[in-house]
């Protein structure tokens, strides 16, 4: 599985739109893109995922650039709900092994 | 409700004793995992599992064993043989068509 590199914290203001970078540069063509984000002291909830095109859910949109190397997670209107880590995952091909790197931990300001 | 669910939510020990943590799945998924999480830090896989009766060791399997009788059921048990087991530990199972992961709500393991 292809490792993925996020900035460790972000912040942003509340009603704003929050736009979390991620880098999997040794992605293979297979290789699905996973964003979750854990709530302090709660399993992770899954947002989106994609492969190449980008994706929009009632959580979030996720953008994937040309080449893949790249991913950015948005949240349209963030609220201070959103204040969370949010990881960014790769998977793929035979295996099924989820790993997860540190995330960013996204602190949304009133 | 179809869901994970870890028992207990928190877990006090003694040193030296084994502990079993309980994980169970209503959700019909073959694949599930361990995870374990230090304060301010990242999920570590301890196990996982793709189908009954088979799991592969994650990236800190030592001083950890799982098994999987069931395919609803995937108990994590620490041994005396961790040497820091007091941490946050999550079951998770995983829909195969999308790959999306469930997660339980966790339980916290304190050996005192």
């Known amino acids: 599985d292809a490792k993925t590199t996020q900035p460790p914290s972000m912040d942003c203001a509340e009603g704003r739109a929050a736009n979390l970078p991620c880098n999997h540069s040794t992605i293979s063509g297979n290789e699905y893109v996973y964003w979750y984000r854990q709530i302090h002291s709660q399993g992770p909830q899954y947002i989106i995922h994609g492969l190449k095109n980008n994706e929009t859910n009632e959580m979030a949109s996720l953008i994937i650039t040309e080449d893949r190397k790249s991913s950015t997670l948005i949240l349209p209107h963030a609220t201070l709900r959103d204040t969370a880590v949010y990881y960014c995952i790769v998977r793929g091909g035979a295996t099924n092994k989820l790993i997860f790197g540190t995330g960013t931990l996204l602190a949304v300001q009133p | 409700d179809g869901g994970i669910t870890q028992s207990p939510k928190y877990l006090f020990r003694k040193e030296g004793q084994n502990v079993t943590l309980s994980c169970e799945q209503n959700l019909n998924h073959d694949a599930m995992y361990w995870y374990r999480q230090d304060p301010g830090q990242g999920l570590r896989l301890i196990y996982y599992?793709?189908?009954?009766?088979?799991?592969q060791k994650g990236d800190i399997a030592e001083g950890y064993s799982v098994s999987r009788e069931k395919k609803e059921s995937f108990p994590l048990t620490v041994t005396s043989a961790q040497k820091n087991p007091t941490a946050f530990y999550l079951c998770a199972s995983r829909l195969p068509r999308t790959g999306e992961a469930f997660f339980g709500q966790g339980t916290r393991l304190t050996v005192v």
């Open positions: 599992s793709q189908i009954v009766n088979d799991f």
